[in-house]
């Protein structure tokens, strides 16, 4: 827990790093304090995500409908470099689960993200990577480098260590971002802390992860969704990503996929899949296995773990 840098202590500390910044117009002022009537901080530590798009920088500065900018505190090019849009409040965590909030304060092992109970804006630095986040969209070295100098930095600057570093997906339930890995991450911001502050930090693993679906976790969400109330939400990330794939392999209207709930169209149109992958009579009865499981994210770019 600590009180939040201010513009010019943030600004020092990513410089010393050994980072180029670049500064947005008006960033210094630009937040959501006054708006909210809530104030930034304490905070216990820095989120970091995907845009999942590409030239989004304005976007992430001035926002969206419903969603008012800024939407991080620092925004990463693949080639535009390191941005700052804000010191203080921005809209980037949301609700985020409140005992993951409580692991990064304490700096212990972040425990599985199962609620949205608490306002991650109040308390986390954000950062915004510019990428697609669909697995196949790289990042390039010195993008990658240049998130672990970051939260390094922060985490530095508050004599953090690389426990209070998390992903969004790690954070807030349903979440995917970032698309990679994020123990490699906290390994590389571990490893440039230990180093001078402007050492260069360790290389990223050669290709980004691709997302990770939990049998166990989309098995449960299977055998639970159908009868449960329609919306009820069991496992949104791991379904979205099995959702996305069925309706690709044209099994699954689009009106059906994306709702995070594994339901009696999603039981049927994966019973479908198994029957494609050769099964049948009971071993066709829309509950995921690893086997079929697998085969559909070899062929839509994500892995599975028990």
């Not at 201010?6 to 910044?21: M, Q, Y």
């Not at 117009?25 to 845009?51: C, M, Q, S």
């Not at 001035?62 to 990463?76: I, K, V, Y």
């Not at 679906?213 to 969704?225: F, H």
Request: proline residues 6%.
């Amino acid at each position: 827990m600590a009180t939040p840098l201010s513009a010019a202590r943030l600004l020092a500390a990513l410089k010393a790093e050994g980072l180029t910044v670049h500064e947005h117009t008006g960033w210094r002022t630009h937040e959501r304090d006054a708006a909210t009537g809530k104030n930034f901080g304490p905070v216990y530590g820095v989120l970091i995500h995907h845009t999942a798009g590409h030239n989004d920088l304005e976007l992430c500065w001035r926002g969206r409908p419903g969603l008012p900018g800024p939407l991080c505190h620092s925004w990463l090019g693949k080639t535009a470099g390191l941005w700052m849009l804000s010191a203080g409040r921005a809209n980037h965590a949301g609700l985020v689960d409140a005992d993951v909030l409580s692991a990064l304060r304490r700096e212990v092992k972040l425990p599985r993200d199962d609620q949205a109970n608490a306002d991650g804006n109040d308390a986390l630095y954000g950062l915004e990577i510019e990428n697609l986040g669909n697995g196949r969209d790289p990042y390039p070295d010195g993008q990658y480098e240049k998130a672990v100098k970051w939260a390094a930095a922060i985490c530095r600057a508050h004599g953090w260590t690389e426990k209070s570093v998390a992903g969004h997906k790690e954070a807030q339930p349903g979440k995917i971002d970032p698309s990679f890995d994020m123990d490699d991450f906290r390994a590389a911001v571990k490893a440039q802390l230990a180093r001078k502050p402007d050492a260069k930090p360790p290389a990223k693993p050669p290709s980004p992860a691709h997302p990770v679906v939990d049998l166990s976790r989309l098995v449960t969400a299977a055998r639970t969704d159908p009868s449960a109330r329609q919306g009820h939400i069991t496992y949104m990330a791991g379904v979205n990503l099995v959702e996305h794939a069925l309706r690709k392999e044209g099994l699954l209207a689009k009106a059906y996929a994306g709702d995070g709930h594994f339901g009696t169209t999603t039981v049927t149109a994966y019973a479908k899949w198994q029957r494609r992958c050769g099964y049948s009579g009971r071993a066709a009865d829309g509950i995921p296995g690893k086997t079929s499981l697998a085969r559909l994210g070899r062929e839509h770019g994500f892995d599975v773990k028990d």
